[in-house]
């Protein structure tokens, strides 16, 4: 997972430095640096590759003992394929009108925003049931719980923007980046917690380290 992280981070600002002259951080979404040279592919890189780290973190809550890991697996397996959906299916450019390709884009988008908060803090509360999960659950509840919280008022926020005329508020591009870095954090944190669930239990979870945790890549590495 920390791999997937990294590849997603270190291309989000190559694309922010290499966008810099036609692209306001504060105010104009990730999605429009695909209109950066480039920017298709790289924004797709930095999808796939947390996209990745979701599945093979949707992989390991099971083996690692995470009771009724079903409905977390699901949301991180929803929230992995709405990140591809988001990078096949790109934005619209500035002042044109979003036709069914954007659509698809700003949906999925709005999922993964809500899907991975939301299995993060899943993962938390179940956390609380077992003694090899319990000491993990308080960090993982406040990062989770403080991202669902900024998702739920950013996507909510886009209600005048979908049903009116609004043009957005102010700083949405900035704000938009923060829950982006904090959507990445709970993916981190609930990876690290399953990593130290395993640890903690190395007779029965052993086989999830090496053959479910990890993948060939090294972009679904759970650290």
């Given at each position: ?23 306001d ?11 950066v ?6 924004l ?14 949707a992989?390991g ?6 009771p009724d890991?079903?409905p977390?697996?699901?949301l991180?397996l929803s ?9 096949v299916?790109?934005?619209?450019a500035?002042?044109?009108p979003a036709?069914?390709v954007?659509?698809?884009?700003r949906v ?8 991975l908060?939301l299995?993060?803090?899943?993962v938390?509360?179940?956390a609380?049931l ?6 993990l659950?308080?960090r993982?509840?406040?990062?989770a719980?403080a991202t669902?919280v900024?998702s739920?008022?950013f ?10 005329t609004s043009?957005g ?15 990445m954090?709970v993916?981190?944190?609930t990876a ?5 669930a ?8 052993g ?7 990890h993948?060939?890549?090294?972009i679904g590495?759970?650290a």
């Open positions: 997972m920390a791999g997937g992280i990294a590849v997603a981070l270190v291309t989000m600002g190559f694309l922010h430095v290499a966008g810099a002259a036609t692209v951080p504060l105010d104009a979404t990730i999605s429009d640096y695909v209109n040279p480039g920017g298709y592919v790289l797709a890189l930095a999808a796939f590759a947390p996209a990745a780290g979701a599945v093979a973190l992989a809550l099971a083996p690692a003992g995470l890991p079903a977390p697996t699901r991180l929230g992995s394929t709405a990140l591809v959906l988001v990078a299916f790109p934005t619209n500035p002042d044109t036709g069914v954007a659509t698809i884009h999925a988008g709005g999922w993964v925003f809500a899907s908060p299995a993060g803090w899943m938390a509360r179940r609380r077992v003694d090899g999960w319990r000491a659950a308080p993982l509840t406040g990062v719980g669902a900024l739920a008022g996507l909510l926020s886009h209600v005048p923007i979908v049903i009116g043009p508020f102010p700083l949405l591009g900035g704000v938009e980046r923060v829950l982006y870095a904090s959507v954090l993916l981190l944190v690290r917690s399953v990593r130290l395993v640890d903690d239990a190395p007779n029965t979870a086989v999830t380290t090496d053959a479910v945790l993948d060939p890549t090294d590495r759970v």
